[in-house]
Nanobody, 116 residues
Framework: QVKVVESGGGLVQPGGSRRLSCTTIGFTFSETVMSWHRRAPGKDREVVAE????????NLAGAVKGRFTISRDNAKNMTFLQMNNLRPEDTAVYYC?????????WGQGIQVTVSS
């Protein structure tokens, strides 16, 4: 069974923090590029962060650089998105994606709402 499952979403106050987790099943995780994406209301889905299989290289979108961090634990097949100093414009459905070669799999997404 191949699956990508996100967890950790919810309601957060502006300026707050939240950590999203992503569990990947069925991929050779240590060979898989992992990324987080989001779709805000009325907007297209956009990439937020990406991390290489070894975890040594990460890329962050300009809008979240300095506030978000992507990391992974290859022993647990998990990927994380640490989100700090959250803003209302970070409100979106967040998706985790696993990619290995030409194969990719998306999670179903999880809602993060930043509001007071």
């Amino acid at each position: 069974q191949v699956k990508v499952v996100e967890s950790g979403g919810g309601l957060v106050q502006p300026g707050g923090s939240r950590r999203l987790s992503c569990t990947t099943i069925g991929f050779t995780f240590s060979e898989t590029v992992m990324s987080w994406h989001r779709r805000a209301p009325g907007k297209d889905r956009e990439v937020v962060a990406e991390i290489t299989p070894s975890g040594t290289t990460t890329n962050l979108a300009g809008a979240v650089k300095g506030r978000f961090t992507i990391s992974r634990d290859n022993a647990k097949n998990m990927t994380f998105l640490q989100m700090n100093n959250l803003r209302p414009e970070d409100t979106a459905v967040y998706y985790c994606k696993a990619r290995r070669g030409l194969s990719e799999l998306w999670g179903q997404g999880i809602q993060v709402t930043v509001s007071s």
